[in-house]
């Protein structure tokens, strides 16, 4: 996507080195757009652990180029295993990271270590190419749920959307996941407007998604996470498109912590709640996403700090709850397939069910 009229990824390989890594510091946005350079597989750990690079097609990807950098250092059996398993420890619920650390292991252990490196960033740019393309589908194939809102209002009407967290395209490698049919719903002319959740504890809507949008000129207003329900029982919401982190054969969603309750209110108002995901994101392997799919608990910090930036201009975090007061952080929560109205696939549109999923994915 661009910024300011230049188009990015949101991971490249350094045009000068042909090595190193570059992503930008999702921490520091939106008031500072920081792009940081990987050369070991530590800095990559680091990134995707302390999330300044995040979201989940993307962590797949960077842990996929994190390992091309530990190949550099060392290509034998025992350190691609070693660094594969640190690399996927980092996060546990984006299944995509799990995903792009087993296909390049898949690709990587039949060849000799003089192979290996050539090869993995090779493997790594596959996985880039292939998610920018399959989010550029997600778009087009959503971009039909919002057409057909539209030719059932008056030409021009505001049609308004709802998204939870951040699920653009700085989440991936490009387009994004539930912003891609926003993007091109608005780049289509039609007229749209995004409520955007503020996402606590890390505030992703508030800071990336608003940045995203506002970036690309689409009207959007930022709310507290608890607005939401009100502005769906006041006809204020047409339809609500989120990502996710994973998503079960059976379509249950795990997505940022907060979609769930969307979920519930969306069904309680009759509006469309729909999850946009790439294949990637799909684990076959669970079929029950409450009970199977491990949610990330992060630190205590997140919840009694927050991040933002002082009248003079200065990043920096400031405590909101008392001394001694303890804080609970689960970064996700499980929205079951019932309350799912159907996932949109770089092949299409499916109900968030088994069989609508195997409809599209055969081959699994
Ligand atoms: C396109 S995947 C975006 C997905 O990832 C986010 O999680 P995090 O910010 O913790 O990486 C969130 O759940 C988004 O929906």
Redesign the pocket.
């Known amino acids: 996507m661009k910024i300011d009229g230049t188009s990015y990824r949101s991971v490249w390989v350094d045009e000068k080195d042909g090595w190193s890594i570059h992503i930008f510091d999702q921490t520091r946005l939106p008031f500072s757009l920081d792009i940081l350079q990987l050369t070991t597989p530590a800095d990559v750990a680091h990134a995707i652990r302390t ?1 300044q690079v ?4 993307l ?1 797949g990807a960077v842990a996929a180029y994190g390992l091309a950098l530990a190949l550099r250092q060392n290509s034998s059996d025992s350190a691609i295993e070693e660094q594969a398993n640190l690399l996927a420890a980092t996060r546990p619920t ?1 299944i995509n990271l799990r995903w792009a650390i087993e296909r390049m292991l898949s690709h990587l252990r039949p060849l000799s270590p003089d192979q290996r490196v050539q090869a993995a960033y090779a493997e790594a740019g596959r996985i880039c190419d292939e998610d920018a393309a399959q989010n550029e589908a997600i778009g087009r194939h959503g971009l039909s749920l919002i057409q057909e809102i539209a030719k059932n209002r008056p030409p021009g009407t505001r049609i308004n959307l709802l998204t ?4 653009g395209w700085i ?2 490698v490009d387009w ?3 912003l891609a049919p926003i993007y091109m719903a608005h780049d289509a002319g039609l007229n749209v407007h995004v409520w955007v959740d503020e996402t606590r504890p ?1 505030n ?1 809507g508030a800071a990336l998604t608003a940045w995203e949008l506002g970036s690309h000129g689409v009207p959007h207003t930022i709310i507290a996470d608890n607005a939401g329900g009100h502005l769906m029982q006041h006809g204020e919401v047409d339809l609500v498109i ?4 994973r998503v079960t054969r059976t379509g249950d969603v795990a ?2 912590i907060g979609t769930y309750l969307k979920a519930l209110a969306a069904q309680d108002n009759g509006i469309p709640f729909w999850v946009a995901l790439p294949s990637t994101t799909i684990d076959w392997t669970v079929a029950d996403g409450i009970r199977e799919i491990p949610i990330e608990e992060r630190a205590a910090s997140e919840i009694t700090h927050v991040a933002g930036r002082t009248e003079n201009g200065i990043l920096t975090k400031v405590q909101i709850t008392p001394d001694g007061s303890s804080a609970a952080n689960p ?2 929560d499980v929205t079951p397939a019932r309350l799912v109205t159907g996932l949109i696939t770089e092949r299409g549109l499916c109900p968030a069910t088994e069989s609508g999923l195997r409809s599209l994915f055969p081959e699994q």
């Open positions: 999330m995040r979201g989940a097609p962590i984006a939870h967290c951040n699920a989440a991936t994004g996941t539930a890390r992703q989120v990502g996710t982190d997505n940022k970064a996700f």
